[in-house]
């Protein structure tokens, strides 16, 4: 299994621009994850799909930030348009539990370090 | 979620036992706790969890007291490359919530 797959590993764009970032998750996992990396924040949950559907995007910072699964093996968050202080890794993570009553396993990429300068 | 309480930081010699304490008070009855750890670089990589029983896997063991109120990560012969950010989190759904952890240096 290769994992949870991410694209592209690093992405340098300039404030203004749009940034798309990728992921793959584990075949069969029907929980995914975007969580964002800062080191004055730590990791934050961003926004939680289960089978397909965004359940809870209430981490998500503003309007500016979106994200889809328009299938079981793929899904995108973009940040339009892009901001200094929107630099960070982003961590995207699939589970093969359901959510609510069952404990999770979270298996995560190797992430996307994003710079917007 | 419950809150968790986890030293800031800790050394361990190499090949000897690594015990990482967590505190969770406020732990409600559904709620798991959860050990994941992060390497330099690398995405946080899930480790063991528990609800009330104590756990071993391949990786580690998970000590929880009997009142649930806190809980002790088992590393049972660390070796360089389990120098990692380990994190404590305790939930009962989908949300993990990773606070600052407790970073572990594994000296030769």
């Known amino acids: 299994d290769a994992g949870v797959i991410q694209s592209p590993r690093h992405e340098v764009t300039e404030m203004g621009q749009e940034v798309t970032l990728r992921c793959k998750p584990i075949?069969?996992?029907?929980?995914l994850f975007w969580y964002r990396q800062t080191m004055m924040r730590g990791l934050e949950l961003l926004i939680y799909?289960?089978?397909?559907?965004?359940?809870?995007d209430s981490g998500m910072p503003e309007d500016r930030f979106s994200a889809k699964m328009p299938n079981a093996s793929f899904s995108t968050l973009k940040i339009q348009p892009s901001e200094p202080r929107d630099s960070a890794v982003y961590f995207c993570?699939?589970?093969?539990?359901?959510?609510?009553?069952?404990?999770?396993?979270?298996?995560f990429g190797s992430g996307t370090q994003l710079s917007v300068l | 979620d419950a809150k968790t309480t986890q030293p800031t930081s800790m050394d361990c010699a190499e090949g000897r036992a690594a015990n990482l304490p967590c505190n969770h008070s406020t732990i409600s009855g559904n709620e798991y706790v959860y050990w994941y750890r992060q390497i330099h670089s690398q995405g946080p990589q899930y480790i063991i969890h528990?609800?009330?029983n104590n756990e071993t896997n391949e990786m580690a063991s998970l000590i929880i007291t009997e009142d649930r109120k806190s809980s002790t990560l088992i590393l049972p012969h660390a070796t360089l490359r389990d120098t990692a950010v380990y994190y404590c989190?305790?939930?009962?759904?989908?949300?993990?919530?990773f606070g600052a952890g407790t970073t572990v240096t594994v000296r030769a």
């Open positions: 989190i305790v939930s009962g759904d989908y949300k993990l919530s």
């Open positions: 528990g609800l009330k």
């Open positions: 075949s069969g996992h029907n929980s």
């Open positions: 799909f289960n089978n397909n559907v965004p359940i809870d």
């Open positions: 993570a699939s589970s093969p539990g359901t959510g609510g009553g069952g404990y999770e396993k979270l298996f």
